[in-house]
């Protein structure tokens, strides 16, 4: 079975751009989660989609950062225009229909975004 | 809020020794618990979880008792191999499945 896509793997960019990832989740799965992970700490999450619903967005800077999953499959997180402490990895994760009970989620390897 | 707070590494320990990581959280309510590692170029895995206070969670020799009095929830490992070395990674779960994590302790095993 296919894991969670990320692309690209890694970005650079300078200050005042503007950037996008793109998450493709385990087929099947209802529910994907965007994280944020600066180096030497843990993930935090940004957002979380159950299909094409927002589920919770609360720790997403809507100032700056935008993310949709359209037709409740793909997903694209974009930043714009970014700032020096934006640089970190951003991890996409996905997992079974969320209910009652955890379901487990299955990560994927991330983009390391620099900027500069 | 919900926190979990772990151990700073990075811990380097020899080839056949014994690993503690320890791990405290802060939750409303009853959270389940996890352990997630990061190997080298690799994504976060699951590596066990608890869902209930006495709870022990195991995997690949890794154990972790869910401790409700002391909100503890602490990885071990009686004997590491080079193969363990990775980033570990405490989590909790609350409403949804909305997971916090801790900071993450960094081990490396040597030979």
Redesign the interface.
Known sequence: EA??AQSPRYKIIEKRQSVAFWCNPISGHA?LYWYQQIL??????LI?FQNNGV??DSQLPKDRFSAERLKGVDSTLKIQPAKLEDSAVY?C?S?AL?GGQ????F????TRLTVL | GNSVTQMEGPVTLSEEAFLTINCTYTATGYPSLFWYVQYPGEGLQLLLKATKADDKGSNKGFEATYRKETTSFHLEKGSVQVSDSAVYFCALKAAGNKLTFGGGTRVLVKP
């Open positions: 894991g969670v529910t030497g700490q843990g993930p935090k999450l979380q589920v919770d991890l994760a997992s969320a955890y379901n487990e989620q990560f994927g390897p991330g």
